[in-house]
């Protein structure tokens, strides 16, 4: 895939004030959150085109607790990245959603590889961390 290797740095959170430090890595087909892999969100493929405004791409990450992630974004050739998220919990009885953003850049710092980053959220316990009640 187009962005396998590459790493984005900036902030999550709602579509109009992204309030969380987080990054999101390409990696063997698959990408991932910071975030969202603390909080029991597992790595997932994605798809990716290039166009005339950039890398377009596209996946979802689920948590069997805490719903799913629908992603749509767009990679810049300055390394910008904006993504459009859509979280949605169902539930029996109900369905909630959410419209989030991430908004970054490119960095080149060394990043976690796919099976580095399932080997370390076995050690992840989604419920001690503050920041996954809010999702």
Same mark, same amino acid.
């Given at each position: 895939?187009?962005?396998?290797?590459?790493?984005?740095?900036g902030m999550i959170?709602?579509? $109009?004030?992204?309030d969380?430090?987080?990054s999101?890595?390409?990696s063997?087909?698959?990408f991932?959150s910071?975030?969202?892999s #603390?909080c029991?969100?597992?790595?997932?493929p994605?798809?990716?085109?290039?166009?005339?405004d950039g *890398?377009r791409f &596209?996946?979802?990450?689920e948590?069997?607790s /805490?719903?799913?992630?629908?992603?749509n974004?767009?990679v810049?050739d300055d390394?910008?990245i904006? *993504?459009?998220? /859509?979280? $949605? /919990?169902?539930?029996?009885y109900w369905?909630?959603? #959410? $419209?989030? &953003?991430?908004q970054?850049s490119?960095?080149?710092d *060394?990043?976690?590889?796919?099976?580095e980053?399932?080997?370390q959220m076995?050690?992840f316990?989604? &419920?001690?961390n503050?920041?996954c &009640?809010?999702f």
């Amino acid at each position: 895939n187009i962005l396998d290797g590459r790493m984005f740095t900036g902030m999550i959170g709602p579509s $109009e004030n992204p309030d969380l430090e987080d990054s999101l890595h390409f990696s063997d087909g698959h990408f991932w959150s910071d975030i969202c892999s #603390r909080c029991g969100f597992l790595p997932r493929p994605y798809s990716s085109e290039r166009t005339e405004d950039g *890398v377009r791409f &596209a996946g979802i990450l689920e948590s069997d607790s /805490r719903g799913q992630f629908q992603y749509n974004g767009l990679v810049r050739d300055d390394g910008t990245i904006q *993504v459009s998220i /859509r979280w $949605e /919990r169902k539930r029996w009885y109900w369905t909630s959603s #959410r $419209e989030i &953003a991430f908004q970054g850049s490119e960095t080149r710092d *060394v990043e976690p590889s796919l099976h580095e980053i399932r080997t370390q959220m076995q050690s992840f316990d989604p &419920a001690e961390n503050p920041l996954c &009640a809010r999702f």
